[in-house]
């Protein structure tokens, strides 16, 4: 397969490799991504959490709670920053996360198809593509999710006017200020370190399996790591998934308001139970970011990635 320039500059976007590097890659797997950062994370040239693509496109994430046992946040995307901030958009924004909800839509054609709550004469669609009118510039509505909590409140936070927007699901037997207070702190931890899971119960056996053959791979690619035994291997590999685990995982996390910079998000929701009286855990967090996987055309850059794997 022909690797092109873009190629090598997703991949190089991707897992923060070297462009000779990432182009080795792909040849040696015959442009297959994914099998290309498993090659890169194999021979100790890409980190393991910079999988999730580029951020480079505008819009806004806004968030919309109803009570405190329901909201929902969105993303709409623009082509420009200046139409993302304009007030127009801000509102347009709005009214999509006060549509999304009061929706039982499960998926975002559903979800478009429905009646419009500001206009039930039209689509989520139509009212979309009149504002792209209106504007003068596309928008797209690119996802939405709803949370709903059983057993406690949600709680929301907003950050960077609208590039980063989270939603956290507490299992709570009191909620009152101090655990909204908590829980918005928890929100903001969420927007800044991005952890992927709530704990370590919602990885997968196979993915823990997954990690240590890419940490072995790593080791045994080193002439100096890969001549200690295997017992010094074997504690090398759990101790490196375990300093990831604690990266992804949000209750391993060291708390960014610990006072002695020790105390855990698990350690932190563990004291709020205390001075409460009750029992205060997050169930589950949604976090969006503005662009996320996603990327603007950079005919320059590309065209600077073709001439250097020319040279």
Not at 11 to 32: P, V
Not at 38 to 66: D, P
Not at 94 to 107: G, K, P, Y
Not at 122 to 145: P, Q
Request: hydrophobic share 40%; charged share 30%.
């Amino acid at each position: 397969m022909a690797i092109t320039a873009a190629m090598v500059k997703e991949l190089r976007e991707m897992t923060g490799a070297g462009m000779m590097d990432c182009k080795k890659a792909l040849n040696e797997t015959n442009g297959n991504m994914d099998e290309a950062v498993e090659f890169l994370r194999k021979n100790g040239q890409a980190k393991a959490e910079k999988k999730a693509g580029r951020i480079a496109a505008e819009g806004l994430c806004t968030v919309v709670v109803k009570d405190e046992k329901t909201a929902a946040v969105v993303e709409v995307n623009s082509e420009t920053d200046f139409v993302a901030k304009n007030d127009t958009s801000k509102s347009f924004v709005e009214a999509v996360a006060v549509q999304a909800v009061n929706s039982d839509a499960a998926d975002l054609d559903t979800f478009m198809a429905e009646a419009w709550n500001e206009d039930t004469s039209k689509t989520v669609k139509d009212a979309l593509v009149e504002k792209v009118a209106v504007i003068g510039e596309n928008l797209n509505i690119r996802r939405f999710e709803k949370v709903v909590a059983e057993n406690g409140c949600v709680v929301s936070y907003i950050h960077g006017g609208g590039r980063i927007g989270v939603i956290v699901e507490a299992d709570t037997t009191v909620v009152n200020d101090t655990v909204k207070e908590a829980l918005t702190n928890i929100a903001m931890q969420i927007a800044a370190l991005s952890p992927k899971y709530v704990s370590r119960d919602e990885i997968s056996e196979e993915y823990i399996a997954h990690e240590k053959e890419i940490l072995r791979a790593q080791i045994m690619n080193d002439p100096k790591e890969s001549q200690k035994p295997e017992k010094v291997i074997n504690g090398m590999i759990e101790g490196r998934v375990n300093k990831e685990l604690k990266e992804i995982c949000l209750v391993d996390q060291v708390y960014v308001k610990a006072e002695d910079g020790k105390q855990t998000v698990e350690k932190y929701l563990q004291a709020v139970s205390k001075e409460v009286g009750g029992s205060v855990s997050v169930k589950k967090f949604v976090r969006f970011e503005t662009g996320e996987g996603l990327e603007k055309k950079q005919e320059d850059f590309a065209a600077e990635v073709a001439a250097q794997m020319n040279q």
